[in-house]
């Protein structure tokens, strides 16, 4: 089954204590992405990948980091997390981000709080 | 920059009522515009696109047309189920690149 598996689903952690997101794609995908969900701004876009070791800053990348060492994987990782990071975090990915955009696969999300 | 505002829910609607949620958009070119649904619990899922002016995009029912004099793409449908309670996200792209620029979403509540 063609999907995008996130992980963990949920976390509570607490200020400064470094985490990561896992993000594994199975559909051969050159294009992935993180977004986070906050209540009345839609999503936001934290960092992309054009393919393995391409990656871009979006629109809201500050207290992020990501790599992209293989195809399947984009891991976001949270340094030292703060507050203002709890989220709904969601990875997507594309077969290509080079034309006209085509579709977006989403998972299913990772629900994060920092305390 | 680009941006796309979305009419602020919740929408509240009967069965087989008519939807619709506006949407408009700003954008500095000829973006390719697309309509994403997020049901409870899950992952958003493309609903429809539409990649140039007049283009009309459809599925499940959903339509919503490509207005560039008027920079709209509003989703309509002409009988809703309870199972389209959902949050809809309409979106933009622009650049190569797949980046999306999401409006705020909207939730539809629909009830029997």
């Known amino acids: 089954e063609a999907q995008v598996t996130q992980n963990p689903r949920y976390l509570i952690t607490v200020t400064g204590k470094k985490l990561t997101v896992t993000c594994s794609q199975n559909m051969n995908h050159e294009y992935m992405s993180w977004y986070r969900q906050d209540p009345g701004l839609g999503l936001r876009q934290i960092y992309y990948?054009?393919?393995?070791?391409?990656?871009d800053k979006g629109d809201v990348p500050e207290g992020y980091k990501v790599s992209r060492k293989e195809k399947r994987n984009f891991p976001l990782i949270l340094e030292s997390p703060s507050p203002n990071q709890t989220s709904l975090y969601f990875c997507?990915?594309?077969?290509?981000?080079?034309?006209?955009?085509?579709?977006?696969?989403f998972g299913e999300g990772s629900r994060l709080t920092v305390l | 920059g680009n941006s796309v505002t979305q009419m602020e829910g919740p929408v509240t609607l009967s069965e087989e009522a008519f939807l619709t949620i506006n949407c408009t958009y700003t954008a500095t070119g000829y973006p390719s515009l697309f309509w994403y649904v997020q049901y409870p619990g899950e992952g958003l899922q493309l609903l429809l696109k539409?990649?140039?002016?007049?283009d009309k995009g459809s599925n499940k029912g959903f339509e919503a047309t490509y207005r560039k004099e008027t920079t709209s793409f509003h989703l309509e449908k002409g009988s809703v189920q309870v199972s389209d309670s959902a949050v809809y996200f309409c979106a933009l792209s622009e650049h190569a690149g797949n980046m999306l620029t999401f409006g705020g979403g909207t939730r539809l509540m629909v009830k029997p």
């Open positions: 539409a990649t140039k002016a007049d």
């Open positions: 990948s054009m393919n393995v070791e391409v990656t």
């Open positions: 997507a990915s594309s077969l290509s981000g080079t034309v006209i955009p085509g579709e977006l696969f």
